[in-house]
């Protein structure tokens, strides 16, 4: 076992991610797990907070894989497979992914995964892989207009420990197979809402319209725009897209070598 080897359970944090930081430059060993019941700082990509009352799932996991930072795009990315598995194992709810982080059900985003890194020399020292899930949160404690949580889709409360559980058993497979080169990347095209279809793109201050073609060996989203470009989207902290519509395109890929 390495995730979960230790779970440290706490009430109301700043943020798991940043205690789980401060861990692991103090020395914890991979594994740890850090949950809590509600976050009053809660992380989310670029910059922006992440809605985190109570009957959510807030949990971060410190882990030292031999990893370069341009890696930590690959792991964000593909990470959300795992994630989304549990999930419906726990819940019996359909999730699909929105590149690159965003878990998805019936249109409204459930939760998301932000994987941070601390560097050492040429590699990573560790990384931080949050979730920060909607489970049985009261919607009026959802800041974000197009999220929902599990327990408004499912019509009852989620079981929690039955996710967690889930999830943590989800979460030890990926990583076994992240150390070991060997993730099984054809499952996120399976549940990809991104790839095949019509999006809009803003990166930094540009704003780019085309389709999502495939994914790159790095997580890459790889866009045709509108103007006939192939754009390789890779700055995760700086951008943001939605689904124009639901065309689909012929022959959906899941990365070009």
Same mark, same amino acid.
């Given at each position: 076992m390495v995730v979960g080897r230790r779970?440290?359970?706490l009430g109301e944090v700043t943020s798991t991610n940043e205690l789980a930081?401060?861990?692991?430059?103090?020395?914890? /060993?991979?594994?740890?797990?850090?949950?809590?019941?509600?976050?009053?700082?809660?992380k989310g990509r670029m910059g922006r907070g992440w809605s985190s009352p109570e009957g959510g799932l807030y949990l971060s996991i410190l882990l030292?894989?031999?990893?370069?930072?341009? %890696?930590?795009?690959?792991m964000t990315v593909f990470s959300c497979v795992p994630v989304a598995q549990a999930i419906e194992e726990a819940c019996g709810i359909d999730v699909q992914l929105k590149w690159p !982080? %965003?878990?998805?059900?019936?249109?409204?985003?459930?939760?998301?995964?932000?994987?941070?890194g601390v560097s050492k020399g040429a590699y990573l020292d560790f990384i931080v892989l949050g979730i920060g899930l909607n489970v049985n949160s009261m919607p009026e404690g959802i800041r974000e207009p197009e999220a929902t949580s599990l327990k408004a889709l499912l019509g009852r409360e989620a079981d929690?420990?039955?996710?967690? /559980?889930?999830?943590?058993?989800?979460?030890?497979?990926?990583?076994?197979?992240?150390?070991?080169?060997?993730? !099984?990347?054809d499952e996120y095209v399976h549940r990809s809402c991104t790839l095949g279809r019509c999006i809009e793109a803003r990166v930094?201050?540009?704003?780019?319209?085309?389709?999502?073609?495939?994914?790159?060996p790095d997580g890459a989203l790889v866009i045709r725009s509108d103007e006939g470009l192939v754009l390789r989207l890779s700055w995760v902290n700086e951008t943001s897209i939605r689904?124009? !519509?639901?065309?689909?395109?012929?022959?959906?890929?899941?990365?070009?070598?």
């Open positions: 779970v440290l359970r930081k401060s861990l692991g430059r103090e020395g914890e /060993e991979e594994g740890l797990v850090v949950l809590a019941k509600s976050q009053t700082t809660g030292r894989p031999r990893m370069r930072s341009a %890696d930590l795009l690959k !982080n %965003d878990l998805m059900v019936q249109g409204k985003k459930v939760g998301g995964i932000l994987v941070e929690m420990d039955a996710l967690l /559980e889930s999830l943590l058993l989800r979460l030890r497979s990926f990583y076994k197979e992240v150390k070991e080169g060997d993730l !099984n990347e930094g201050k540009e704003t780019f319209r085309g389709k999502a073609l495939y994914l790159a689904t124009t !519509n639901s065309e689909e395109l012929d022959g959906i890929t899941l990365r070009k070598d």
